[in-house]
């Protein structure tokens, strides 16, 4: 029992070496050598880690951008109050993540097998944040003393169910876009890429193609993530501080104070390249493990299941139409500004507009609703996509999953996670 004990411990219950010890299996299955083995387990360990380190500056700068604008609107709310974080939770029961990931993909596969769905979801840091963000919900929902084993089922299934059928749900539309069925999409913008292929369809003109305009050479930064989340959430930080540098309210006095000798202006401009950062470290190091994980699986999934489709990342369906993914951008960003106004005054609650989401999932919905309305549905697309995302993360953060990760969910949760989520919160109601 001890050995049992030690085992549960140190390797089912350590997020990072459980991550390791998968990846180690599945290249070992795939016969690799034993360089691939050692660099492929060490990578996927320290890809894991990498993302608490990230989560912690994310956090921080938060920690600025939430008070900071609680004061630009006046309200008197307390703040996140007390949570777990990302950090904490992985600690507590990122093995049971772990584990659900894994069981959730087997699902995956053995429905590909056996149904005549042939989709093999292959978007690893989609896995996982998914897999996160659903345990935070039910853990939430549930409490902190969920056993784990019923945990990791009810996930698993969900999962392995979601994995299969979204690439399904989207593959009519994909074919537009592609002309072709070689590939599915697998990604958590699949429900704002319906709905604007959908609305494309009723609103836009489809003769009006979004790539017979020309894209200004100038507007090319837009097309690289990290550029636009520290140039956006740079802009939002610099209108917070100088409309707080003119407030004297003792809040407000209190905000300024935490610049030190350092001027709020320039702290808080720091603070949008500190989140920006921090969201760069979490990719790094998602992408990190991702890189050995998805190898992993694929070899495994390809050889039980022959023909099955690879249901990929958002930014696959980007090359058939890249003006389409500016125009879905920009419609997303005008639609959080907006959205970040209109929460704010309406039911006190500050939006964090993270540019990692509205950007890929702006993006997708800006393809999709292209291929269906042109540059009308590609704009509408992206302004839907803000719309979910900011009201999604209001529910999510505020009732959902506010004692676990709200700090995830704040800028790692995704459109399908948001309409999942409350769906997810009223079985774990029923079954824990």
Do not use: C
């Not at 894994?102 to 149904?115: E, K, M, W």
């Not at 006095?253 to 969201?279: M, P, R, V």
């Not at 495994?300 to 023909?307: E, R, W």
């Amino acid at each position: 029992m001890d050995v049992l004990y030690w085992i549960a411990t140190n390797i089912f219950g350590t997020p990072a070496i459980l991550l390791g010890f998968i990846v180690l299996v599945g290249l070992m299955l795939q016969k690799k050598s034993t360089s691939q083995l050692v660099s492929g387990t060490f990578k996927a360990i320290i890809g894991f880690l990498i993302i608490g380190a990230g989560s912690d500056v994310i956090v921080n700068a938060l920690n600025v951008f939430e008070p900071m604008w609680k004061e630009v609107f006046g309200l008197k709310t307390s703040s996140l109050g007390s949570f777990m974080g990302q950090e904490a939770f992985n600690a507590k029961f990122g093995s049971a993540v772990t584990l659900a990931m894994l069981v959730g993909f087997l699902i995956n596969v053995a429905l590909a097998r056996f149904t005549r769905f042939k989709y093999i979801y292959l978007t690893g840091h989609m896995m996982f944040w998914t897999s996160t963000i659903f345990a935070g919900v039910i853990v939430h929902a549930a409490g902190t003393g969920v056993p784990v084993w019923k945990l990791v089922v009810v996930i698993a299934v969900i999962l392995g169910v979601y994995w299969t059928f979204q690439p399904a749900l989207v593959q009519p539309f994909l074919r537009k876009v592609t002309g072709n069925d070689n590939i599915a999409l697998g990604h958590t913008s699949a429900s704002v890429a319906l709905l604007a292929a959908l609305l494309g369809k009723v609103l836009g003109n489809k003769k009006n193609d979004s790539e017979k305009i020309k894209v200004p050479k100038g507007f090319e930064f837009l097309r690289d993530s990290n550029v636009i989340t520290a140039l956006s959430m740079g802009v939002l930080f610099l209108i917070g501080a100088i409309i707080l540098s003119t407030k004297g309210t003792p809040e407000a006095a209190a905000l300024i104070a935490k610049a030190g000798d350092q001027n709020f202006i320039i702290y808080s401009i720091i603070q949008s390249f500190t989140f920006a950062g921090g969201i760069a470290i979490v990719l790094m190091g998602v992408r990190m493990f991702v890189g050995e994980l998805v190898p992993a699986f694929n070899g495994i999934a390809t050889k039980l299941v022959p023909g099955a489709k690879p249901a990929l990342d958002a930014p696959v369906v980007y090359p058939y139409a890249p003006n389409a993914v500016v125009l879905g951008f920009l419609g997303a960003f005008a639609g959080a500004i907006i959205w970040l106004l209109v929460l704010g005054s309406t039911v006190s609650y500050i939006f964090v507009p993270t540019m990692i989401v509205l950007f890929f999932h702006g993006a997708t919905a800006g393809v999709f609703g292209n291929s269906t309305g042109g540059v009308r549905g590609a704009v509408i697309g992206g302004f839907v996509t803000s719309t979910i995302v900011a009201w999604g993360q209001f529910v999510m953060v505020s009732f959902l999953i506010s004692s676990t990760v709200p700090d995830t969910a704040m800028w790692a949760a995704d459109s399908d996670m948001f309409i999942i989520g409350p769906i997810l919160h009223f079985i774990a109601k029923l079954l824990f």
